[in-house]
């Protein structure tokens, strides 16, 4: 069991919806995994704000956003910063996982958020991209 804490950034217009994902993937979304800080925000700009801080363990967009959506989001962090966090972004129909590919995004939750497969996919994106230091 891990102690360390990790940082997860959650990007929506809405608090309703930022709410959802930080209440479905909870604070300790697995056993080997430490806890979860979240850090919300409600615009682009303070998503950059924080992404370029540094400290970021994992971003999770969503895809629904106004006025830019997540997808877009993704795409433009994955092909500017060099050290991009893992995203995961937030849709509304699984006929949308296409557009997330599209995204570069490193892995896709659909609305109405099931908690148990938003906790297993943050955990499996988390895992894959922790420092070889870090590894179980």
Same mark, same amino acid.
């Given at each position: 069991?891990?102690?360390?804490?990790?940082?997860?950034?959650?990007?929506?217009?809405?608090?309703?919806?930022?709410?959802?994902?930080?209440?479905?993937?909870?604070?300790?979304?697995?056993?080997?995994?430490?806890?979860?800080?979240?850090?919300?925000?409600?615009?682009?700009?303070?998503?950059?704000?924080?992404? #370029?801080?540094?400290?970021? #363990?994992?971003?999770?967009l969503d895809g629904e956003a106004q006025?830019?959506?997540?997808?877009?989001?993704?795409?433009?962090?994955?092909?500017?910063?060099?050290?991009?966090?893992?995203?995961?972004?937030?849709?509304?129909?699984? #006929?949308?996982?296409?557009?997330?590919?599209?995204?570069?995004?490193?892995?896709?939750?659909?609305?109405?958020?099931?908690?148990?497969?938003?906790?297993?996919?943050?955990?499996?994106?988390?895992?894959?991209?922790?420092?070889?230091?870090?590894?179980?």
């Amino acid at each position: 069991m891990s102690t360390e804490t990790l940082t997860i950034l959650v990007f929506s217009h809405r608090p309703e919806v930022r709410e959802a994902i930080i209440t479905a993937v909870g604070r300790r979304p697995a056993a080997d995994l430490g806890r979860v800080r979240y850090v919300e925000a409600a615009t682009i700009a303070e998503v950059l704000g924080v992404v #370029d801080a540094g400290g970021v #363990d994992l971003a999770i967009l969503d895809g629904e956003a106004q006025p830019t959506g997540g997808m877009g989001l993704s795409r433009q962090l994955k092909n500017e910063l060099a050290d991009c966090p893992p995203i995961v972004v937030a849709v509304r129909r699984a #006929d949308d996982r296409w557009l997330a590919t599209w995204s570069q995004a490193d892995a896709v939750i659909v609305h109405p958020l099931d908690p148990l497969a938003a906790a297993e996919t943050v955990a499996e994106v988390l895992r894959s991209h922790r420092s070889p230091a870090l590894r179980g």
